[in-house]
């Protein structure tokens, strides 16, 4: 709905617009009427308003001399000036007021209606131009009803960027209507208007110039705004400042000014910034904390891993950390989780960067921390399952390749070679699934090939034997065998022979 305003000193002329215009069903909303220039000009001053309709010749300001100081005021106001044919001179003159239209007295209701609508049309358009360059980055939906609505966007110079302080309560609360009305409220009698940010849990809010009258700083309506919101139990932090946006300029800016709050938030205290003052923080460089962390992650130190976390959040909720210290920690853990599983466990790594705690979700920093803490386990917990498996499918692996080779001399060396692992991981493997080092293992299965050799073929020759279990000489391989059966080759042979 358009605001209008009508300036006419003749009373049933003007009596008879505002009724034409009432019973039009257009989308028009008559705010004022004034019997003279002086009397529209200072209710202009006080209310933004879409079009105004004047007649030219009134007392104390006529109507060239409103118009002109009206679209000082509103330039994207419509006017539509009112004349008698005797005017003419006046209406040629006004047209260079960049009048909108003009109609001759007596006012028709078809002449009016025709050029009433076709204004319509044109607020409609230039709102959907002025609204332009917050396409993309305002949600589509909150911006057609801003779009809808008669809010004038050349009255709003300043902009903020608004978000709910992290780990605290209120969440129930934070949405678009609820801001609209506190922060209206709070910056009454001049307008704001609240827009939720497109793929954000963030609001940008336009703000009336003029509100520097009631407020002498950002700082100072930042604060109003806050401390109504915390009466109803909600925590923001805010940036931006008291500098004029262009229309064109207010997707940087908005950028800008979320770049700055997320550089400043802190764990406890909300941030009011004042994007003309910056405020200097003192930094911390953590590198080497995360790279102790990350080596727990390698070295899977569980428990360490835990404790030195629960003292670190602790640690950083005393002292106020900024939540971006907080956001790099996640991440660089979250990366060294993901990095320590094996690439072709796609499934696994997806869900382990999917159970990220959302860092602006819970309504506490404890719970938060709670969250964390039982996150890193379950990641432990993904490792040491995903080692095991590693661990069976390797074995399995090296046995059989093994059994494949009881006739060749095979060394660790060997085995990591054929397998791309250390010597060391290969020692590891096999004293974890055969309780022995691999020489043992080897030469057990080795001795086990020559008993079922010597038992399928009692002709053979010990040296035979020897020879292709590959050997060094036959009297190695007797003093291994007796090692391993308990007996020598030949005494093995003549048990064979009396069990026959």
């Not at 999917?354 to 432990?380: G, T, V």
């Not at 494949?404 to 990591?416: E, F, G, P, R």
Request: hydrophobic share 40%.
């Amino acid at each position: 709905m358009f605001t209008a305003i009508i300036a006419e000193d003749s009373k049933p002329i003007l009596r008879n617009i505002k009724a034409l215009l009432e019973s039009s069903q257009l989308e028009i909303r008559v705010v004022a009427t004034a019997y003279n220039g002086e009397e529209a000009l200072d209710y202009l001053h006080e209310h933004p308003v879409d079009i105004l309709l004047t007649d030219i010749r009134m007392p104390k300001l006529d109507g060239l001399a409103l118009i002109e100081q009206a679209k000082l005021l509103h330039p994207q106001l419509k006017v539509l000036l009112i004349s008698s044919y005797s005017d003419f001179e006046y209406t040629r003159k006004a047209l260079n007021l960049q009048v909108f239209d003009y109609l001759l007295k007596p006012v028709e209701r078809p002449q009016l209606l025709e050029v009433m609508e076709r204004m319509i049309d044109q607020l409609k358009k230039d709102k959907r131009s002025e609204l332009e360059p917050l396409r993309g980055m305002v949600d589509p939906a909150y911006l057609h009803a801003f779009e809808l609505s008669s809010d004038p966007l050349e009255q709003i110079s300043f902009l903020f960027v608004l978000g709910k302080q992290p780990f605290t309560e209120g969440a129930d609360k934070w949405h678009a209507q609820l801001l609209q009305n506190e922060l209206s409220a709070a910056s009454a009698p001049y307008k704001c208007r609240v827009l939720p940010l497109n793929a954000s849990n963030r609001f940008i809010v336009l703000l009336q110039k003029a509100v520097k009258e009631k407020f002498p700083t950002a700082a100072a309506w930042m604060n109003a705004v806050r401390s109504r919101l915390l009466e109803i139990g909600v925590h923001l932090s805010m940036a931006g400042s008291f500098q004029t946006v262009e229309r064109d300029k207010m997707g940087p800016h908005c950028e800008q000014y979320g770049r700055k709050l997320d550089n400043e938030l802190n764990l406890t205290a909300s941030v009011l910034l004042d994007t003309d003052f910056p405020i200097v923080q003192q930094r911390w460089d953590n590198k080497a904390l995360i790279r102790d962390f990350i080596d727990m992650i390698h070295q899977r130190q569980k428990e360490r891993f835990t404790l030195k976390l629960a003292e670190q959040l602790q640690k950083w909720q005393t002292e106020n950390r900024r939540i971006g210290e907080l956001e790099d920690l996640l991440n660089e853990l979250t990366n060294a989780f993901i990095q320590a599983l094996p690439e072709d466990e796609l499934e696994e790594r997806m869900n382990l960067a999917a159970d990220i705690p959302n860092m602006f979700e819970p309504e506490s920093y404890s719970h938060f921390s709670s969250e964390l803490l039982k996150w890193s386990e379950k990641s432990f917990e993904l490792l040491h399952a995903r080692n095991r498996k590693s661990g069976e499918e390797l074995f399995a692996q090296i046995n059989g390749y093994v059994l494949l080779h009881k006739y060749s001399q095979l060394s660790i060396a060997d085995l990591a070679q054929k397998f791309h692992v250390s010597p060391s991981y290969i020692s590891r493997i096999i004293k974890r699934y055969t309780n022995s080092t691999f020489v043992h293992y080897y030469m057990q299965l080795k001795i086990e090939e020559a008993c079922r050799l010597m038992e399928a073929k009692p002709e053979l020759m010990v040296k035979e034997v020897s020879d292709a279990l590959s050997f060094s000489d036959q009297h190695y391989f007797s003093r291994v065998f007796k090692e391993y059966a308990g007996c020598s080759p030949t005494e093995y042979k003549e048990k064979l022979r009396s069990q026959t």
